[in-house]
């Protein structure tokens, strides 16, 4: 196979479970809180003290700088939205709302000094436990990453839903980011950690992915944060899973194959860069006080599930910003 060494029908049916798994688990920690705060603090308190310095200790696969930062910035993000879904003055607070993309900016930035990091490494071969391929594919993934961080927008229009799961909706994100962040995240897990990239690159993206495309939408970021969470605590305890049980899937390691997903993720995301350059230089928008896509269907059709347009003018005070020029604005209920 082009990107895989070979897939046996089990391993399917084990990244079947993983997808399933991550996607309920979910949905059973936004939607009750105290089953959140036992997955995301209680648990993890007992696995840093009594798990992870065995199973992801020195010399492991998920031994890393990397993977410990990774694990303990996600459950960050994760608790930090939940502060903001259940204490009604954060979601009011436009510095409490920077906190959103500056955690979602820093866990891309990890990513991409990772993609450099092992581009300068010169490697062909197992290090820190993982195979690497070192190339200009680690350099090309690394710029897509800042080009996908720098084309973060919108999070000043972040809002609570109005259903008893209180959801961090963020309408500006929409499906073409969300889908060019899926693609140079591919590509970075692939590159840097190859043969884990059949769970932790394909089936945890689109585990967030579903949600926000199909359960609840303009959440992408809270599912992200949350399956991303539950997939490092579960990874980091049981590492052996994706590196030598009979479920692990090896990726092929050629050089052909880390070039096309870079260049895929450099594409999308140069491409999603032009349109949003495009925006706001013929709308006269200014990215960091305004969202930029409030006329689209899809940011309207979020919008308007989620908060009503007088709630969004008490939550976040005058919201004429919201509309470009000649833009329909958010109807009320």
Not at 12 to 31: D, H, K, S, Y
Not at 104 to 118: M, T
Request: proline share 4%.
């Amino acid at each position: 196979m082009f990107l895989y060494e070979s897939i046996p029908w089990y391993s399917w049916i084990a990244w079947f479970a993983v997808l399933g798994g991550l996607i309920l688990l979910n949905e059973v920690t936004r939607r009750w809180k105290w089953v959140g705060l036992g997955f995301f603090v209680a648990l993890p308190i007992i696995l840093t003290i009594f798990v992870w310095p065995t199973t992801a200790g020195a010399g492991s696969s998920t031994g890393t700088w990397f993977h410990w930062v990774k694990v303990y910035s996600a459950l960050a993000g994760v608790l930090g939205f939940m502060a903001i879904r259940y204490i009604p003055r954060l979601a009011a607070n436009k510095w409490a709302l920077l906190f959103p993309p500056a955690i979602l900016g820093l866990n891309i930035l990890e990513a991409c000094i990772r993609d450099f990091q092992v581009g300068a490494m010169g490697a062909d071969g197992m290090i820190d436990g993982v195979f690497m391929v070192s190339g200009p594919w680690n350099y090309m993934n690394g710029v897509a990453g800042i080009i996908n961080l720098i084309t973060i927008c919108g999070w000043m229009g972040i809002i609570i839903s109005r259903d008893s799961s209180r959801d961090m909706v963020w309408p500006d994100m929409l499906w073409f980011w969300i889908i060019a962040y899926d693609l140079w995240n591919f590509a970075y897990v692939y590159n840097c950690v190859g043969d884990h990239s059949f769970y932790a690159g394909a089936a945890l993206l689109i585990s967030c992915t579903i949600p926000a495309f199909f359960i609840k939408k303009g959440a992408w970021l809270q599912h992200r944060a949350a399956t991303l969470a539950l997939w490092m605590m579960f990874t980091m305890a049981v590492p052996a899973f994706v590196t030598s049980s009979a479920f692990s899937v090896q990726a092929s390691h050629d050089p052909a194959a880390l070039f096309t997903v870079s260049a895929i993720s450099l594409a999308a995301n140069l491409a999603v860069l032009v349109y949003q350059g495009h925006r706001i230089i013929t709308r006269r928008l200014n990215p960091l006080t305004q969202e930029l896509y409030t006329d689209l269907p899809q940011y309207i059709a979020v919008r308007d599930a989620n908060l009503a347009l007088d709630d969004a003018t008490n939550a976040h005070g005058d919201t004429s910003h919201r509309t470009d020029a000649g833009a329909t604005p958010v109807a009320t209920r």
